[in-house]
């Protein structure tokens, strides 16, 4: 591997924010100290910026070569979960209950030493390099609040990666078509009617309607979606009743959906729905469905793909890049700019097998990563985004 100096020169400055995040998570929408730290460094770097929504930072770099040129955009996201942090080390977390388990934290870090990196070098390109610093990207509600503020308009790329403890370090993932599935969270509210458990027959048992629901559910991906097609339909949560003695009166289920094409997310919510309410109603029950929209499949667009992996080649061997990365079921936020902007989303390995934590899961409370891999990440970043601009 052949990494720039310029990007070796800011190795300590990149770890040091990503263990100063992973010290201090916040969740989705509460990134209040995050994003005041972010802008700190920005405003050391005198980097322009502002606040989109209450936690989520967008900065910029006008390029000084030519007031005219492109426009490329740089992401990364920033919240993290409400989960324990299970390790012992320094930079463990600090804020109990909330870990940093995915990688966000290495996201913010390396995106601002790209940032500082592309500062240094405003002289030698023209155009503008758009950076978000993006919340909420575990709920789906982070991204479409750069795109409904018209942070996309103009640009010609976009460009993202997200740290992957299943790859090995010094491995970067630039695969072709759809990457990650898409998230639709759904409720189920189920009203029966009450009565005691000794004359059940003058009651509607929302606790029995709502097992019914749950499993008449599971048919949609065994007998109704094509074998070849990937389809989730889980059940994370299901509330019902009040007392043992007592015919449950309501319920909730809750869950998620997740697939890769448009069509079969569509069929697959309308069946979540019809399943529902046909269910309660032969029990003689009603059902309400809510569904919410976290994130559309991610699909990478081809011609990006090979523009990053011919900048990629510059910088590590061939034999490290992979270009048929499993797709997973996961799904990323990320997707709301693919469908404004031409991009791709890469995955960067951060797995060591003589550090153990960095080929734990990710969203487990002993996740960590090789530090080390953040230095290809941020050189993709910076040079990827100067490849856009000249180009």
Not at 138 to 163: K, M, P
Not at 271 to 277: H, W
Not at 284 to 298: H, I, S
Request: glycine fraction near 8%; aromatic fraction near 8%.
């Amino acid at each position: 591997m052949a990494l720039k100096d310029y990007v070796l020169q800011e190795k300590d400055y990149i770890i040091h924010l990503r263990r100063y995040f992973h010290a201090h998570p916040e969740v989705s929408l509460q990134e209040y100290e995050t994003c005041n730290k972010i802008e700190a460094e920005l405003d050391a770097l005198e980097i322009p910026h502002r606040r989109v929504g209450e936690t989520g930072v967008y900065a910029w770099i006008d390029g000084k070569k030519s007031s005219q040129g492109k426009i490329v955009v740089l992401r990364a996201d920033i919240d993290a979960l409400a989960m324990d942090d299970l390790k012992i080390t320094e930079y463990r977390s600090q804020n109990d209950g909330f870990c940093h388990a995915c990688g966000h934290d290495a996201h913010a870090a390396t995106l601002l030493g790209a940032a500082k990196i592309l500062k240094s070098k405003e002289q030698l390109f023209s155009g503008q390099v758009r950076l978000f610093f993006q919340q909420a990207e575990e709920i789906g509600q982070g991204a479409r609040l750069f795109v409904g503020e018209g942070l996309l308009n103009g640009c010609v790329r976009v460009f993202g990666a997200h740290v992957a403890s299943r790859l090995p370090k010094g491995k970067v993932a630039l695969t072709k078509g759809p990457q990650c599935a898409s998230c639709d969270y759904f409720k189920i509210t189920i009203t029966g009617k009450g009565a005691h458990v000794s004359t059940p027959q003058l009651g509607v048992d929302a606790a029995y309607i709502a097992s019914q629901i749950v499993v008449n559910l599971q048919s949609i991906v065994a007998r109704t979606t094509a074998p070849l097609e990937t389809v989730v339909v889980g059940v994370g949560v299901i509330r019902a009743g009040t007392q043992y003695n007592i015919v449950a009166e309501h319920a909730e289920i809750e869950g998620t959906t997740r697939s890769f094409l448009p069509e079969v997310r569509t069929y697959t919510n309308e069946r979540v729905v019809q399943i529902a309410k046909q269910t309660a109603q032969m029990y003689g029950a009603q059902a309400e469905v809510t569904f919410l929209d976290y994130a559309a499949p991610l699909v990478n667009d081809d011609k990006v793909v090979d523009e990053v992996t011919k900048v990629a080649q510059e910088i590590m061997k061939q034999c490290d890049i992979v270009g048929d990365y499993e797709k997973a079921l996961g799904a990323d936020d990320f997707a709301d700019y693919l469908a404004v902007t031409k991009g791709m989303y890469a995955f960067i390995g951060t797995g060591n097998e003589e550090k153990p934590n960095t080929i734990v899961a990710h969203h487990h409370g002993l996740f960590d990563i090789d530090e080390e891999a953040l230095l290809l990440s941020c050189n993709l970043y910076v040079d990827y985004a100067l490849w856009v601009l000249e180009e």
